[in-house]
Structures are given as C-alpha cells and as structure tokens.
C-alpha cells in the first residue's frame, strides 16, 4: 500500500506539474504543489475515524469520495484545514478531480488562499508551518554564454543541443524557455517591461504594467526554484545590449552560489512579482536578483560586429565559446552530391592548374572529401578567403581592406532546400560572395552579378570554376 500510494503521488505531481497557462508559464508552482502533496500524505494523521491516514492510499474516487463527506463535518479535518488557510481541502479537490478524470485532464484552477493579511500575516510567516510558501535558493552553477562565429557555423545548433540534453520532451523545453531576437529597436521596455496602455470593454483606456520575457521567466525561475530555467537571446550584439538590459545588467555579476551578488531595487518588477501571493513576502521592498536556477544563452555573429559592438564590461560577464566552422557536423542529406554543383570535368581536374585552391584540392581528394557538393564548395570557398588575404598582406593592404574572417561560409550558411533550388542558391550564396566577399577581387567572382547568373545558372555552366 505503501509504494501505491507513493507512486499515484508522483503521478498526481507530474500531473499538476503538466498543466500550463496559453503562454507557457505553469499554473501551479513547485512550493504549492508540495503544499498539497504534503496535506495529502500528511495533514490528517490526527483524524482518528480515517482507514488511511496517507490519502493517496485511496485507489478510486468513490472510496474517497466517501471518507471526503464525513470528513467535511469532522472537527479535527476542519480545524487542520484552517490552520492550513485551505491548503487541505483545496489540495483534496484537486486530488479527487485528478482520480476521476485522469492524468490526461486540464485541472480547474483551484489555489488555496497561503497569506492573510495585516499583522496576522506577519506572526504567520514567522511560524514556519509546513503548509506555508518559503522561498529557499538552491545553490547551482548557472550558464551565462554567448556563443560567437561566422554565420551558420551553428550557433544556434549548439543551443538547442544543450537544451535537449536538459530537458526531456518538448513540453518540458517549451514551459522552461523564453526565446528573443535583438534588434535595433528592441528596447528595455520590451525586454524587461514597461507601463502600457491597455483598451478592455470594462474600462475604455487603462495603463498596466507589461512584463517582458526576461521578467516572465524570472518569475517561474523564483516559483519553481529546484527547476532550471534558459533565456534564449538570438543575435545579442543586433541590439544596444547594455541599454536592453538597464539596471537588470547588475545582477549579471553572480556569486559562488550562482544568484546574483548585487541586488538591485526595481520597484516595477517587485509590483510585479508581488501580484502573486505565492511571492509577495518575497518582493514588497522591490529588490530584485536573479537566482541560481536561471540561466541566460545567447548567440553572436561575429558578422554583424559593425551594428552594435558588445562592450568588454558586458562581454566579461558572459562565458564566450568560439564556434569554429565543421562541416562534420552537416547532417547526410546536406553532404550528399547536388545538381547545382555539376560539371563536366572532374574537380581534380578542373582544379590541377590553380594557383590558389590546386594543393588545397589535393588534400581534399586525398581525405576522400573532394565532391560536388555544399561541404566541398563552402571549404574551397574559404581556403581562396584565405589565399586573397595572404596577398593582400603581401602587397602592403591595410587591414580593414581585407576579407573579414567572417565573411567565410558556415555548414549552415544554406538551408537544405536551397540546395535543391538553383535560383534560391544562387540568390542567397553566389550573390553574397559576389556582393560582400569578393567584390574588390580581381580574381574571383569577376564580372558582374548578372553575367555569373546567366552563365552558371541559366546555362548551367560549372560554379566551382568560379573559384579557379
């Protein structure tokens, strides 16, 4: 009976754990589903008449359903459920609800009323019943990362690797995460939160305050604090990060125990906060930190380094990882030979009188990796980036006239349709390298943008002699 009971508890927990708000953030909290878990299993120890003091020993909803109607008028059942401000009762609600209509059903939002108000709400927080909300910080080592690297080297692949080593489903990932782009016009506001007006049929103009996705996921990082939480920034050095971040920037200086080591008051974000009763002991003076179960992941093109440079202030607070270009890491369909890349010579033929790319070739025939497709072109690609800027160096240009290092191809600078689709291939890759990489070249991509089309395109002629 023992292990039932503890089993249809994890059950129970995984199933109120499951239920979620249109926006993702749970609808119960880690602290008030052990609130009920406990009134459940032990609350009624004192009650004599009960056949089980364990509740989650009852297997069906009848059997329950019975001891629930005479335990209604017991004195001792009603005395621990006040004590409890409803935290047994409303737990047995959700309990019943859950045995009659599965592990599959949306629960009804029932939550049991933990603060009082006034003094008595102070000697309650003082007593340290087991039924009460404390928030206790569970030390952990968070991540605060950027990764950075040429376009489509895989960046982004590398976040989403570590976040389904995390978390094991989809819904875990989605209930844990928020994702944001940068941009030149994302501002604090839209990060963090702002006042708002806000039109409602109650009321024809209002203002409120909006919280931002940082802010959102700070609060279910607060309230579930043994679960681990991932901001996900794509692109942070697209927007004016230090103005994005304001005063939050602060707390990104974390201790030994992972939260943050300065605490700073925002009083719109402690307003916030507070609106939940489950937190407003925690928030009432406005001092705001970030916990150790709240994690912060972005990625950073080194391309786009001109729109808005992250200062060594900011950068010093993140974990930098170089993302170094890999084709291995292609999946088999992307490495598979394509039509785009055809031709009537063989590419050790083609290349056997190159000046630049010709020993390059070589090792790529010798390795078995000289073929026509995406992987050999991207490679090629890059060793002539290399070969212009070695002369270039030779005839005395400044630096800030050679090819950028990360103007270079990554694996994932295409998607794999585009390698099906001469036109999107070219509109994407042969006009990059014509428009932005090799465009002071006078060897490579020579003539215009429209020659090229209609000579490698339209009369399917051989693009890797492009590169000859």
């Known amino acids: 009976m023992e292990h039932y009971a503890t089993e249809i508890e994890r059950q129970f927990r995984n199933w109120l754990k499951k239920q979620v708000y249109g926006d993702g953030m749970r609808v119960f909290t880690d602290n008030e589903i052990s609130a009920y878990s406990y009134a459940i299993r032990n609350s009624c120890e004192k009650v004599r008449e009960l056949t089980f003091k364990n509740l989650f020993s009852y297997k069906t909803a009848k059997e329950l359903g019975e001891e629930i109607d005479w335990l209604k008028i017991d004195s001792e059942y009603i005395s621990i459920d006040r004590a409890g401000n409803g935290t047994l009762s409303t737990a047995l609600e959700l309990y019943m609800f859950y045995l009659e209509n599965g592990s599959e059903s949306v629960a009804p939002e029932k939550h049991a009323q933990f603060y009082l108000s006034g003094e008595a ?147 719109d974000l402690g307003a916030y906060f507070s609106r939940d009763p489950w937190m407003k002991n925690i928030f009432y003076d406005g001092m705001i930190w970030i916990p150790a179960n709240f994690n912060i992941i972005a990625t950073m093109n080194t391309a786009d380094e001109n729109i808005f440079v992250m200062d060594n202030a900011f950068k010093r607070r993140f974990e930098l990882v170089y993302v ?23 590419l050790e033929e083609l290349f056997m009188n190159s000046e630049v790319n010709k020993e390059f070739a070589e090792k790529l025939s010798a390795s078995g990796n000289l073929k026509r497709n995406w992987g050999t072109f991207a490679a090629i690609v890059n060793n002539t980036i290399n070969a212009e800027n070695l002369s270039g160096k030779k005839q005395g240009m400044p630096h800030g006239a050679l090819i950028a290092e990360n103007k270079k191809l990554g694996p994932f600078f295409v998607k794999p349709e585009e390698l099906e689709d001469a036109d999107l291939f070219f509109n994407k890759v042969i006009f990059y390298l014509k428009q932005d990489v090799f465009c002071d070249s006078a060897r490579f991509f020579t003539g215009s943008f429209e020659e090229i089309y209609n000579k490698y395109n339209k009369s399917g002629g051989d693009i890797f002699e492009l590169l000859v």
Not at 183 to 207: M, N, Q, R, V, W
Not at 332 to 340: P, Q, T, V, Y
């Open 324 to 346: 170094p270009i890999d084709f291995d890491i292609l999946p088999d369909g992307m490495k598979e030979e394509k039509k785009i890349f055809s031709g009537d010579k063989s």
């Open 121 to 267: 709400s102070e000697i309650a927080r003082k007593e340290a019943s087991p039924l009460e909300f404390y928030y206790h910080e569970v030390p952990m080592k968070p991540i605060q990362r950027v990764y950075y690297g040429a376009p489509g080297t895989g960046k982004s692949y590398n976040v989403r690797k570590l976040l389904e080593k995390e978390f094991s489903d989809e819904e875990q990932l989605r209930t844990h995460i928020k994702r944001v782009i940068f941009h030149p016009a994302y501002t604090y506001g839209d990060f963090i939160g702002a006042i708002k007006p806000l039109i409602s049929l109650e009321k024809p103009l209002d203002y409120v305050y909006v919280a931002g996705p940082f802010s959102e996921l700070l609060k279910a990082a607060f309230l579930n604090p043994e679960e681990k939480y991932y901001l996900i920034i794509e692109e942070i050095n697209r927007g004016y990060a230090p103005s994005i971040f304001g005063d939050v920037f602060q707390l990104l200086d974390r201790g030994d125990n992972g939260k943050s080591e300065y605490p700073i008051v925002n009083r």
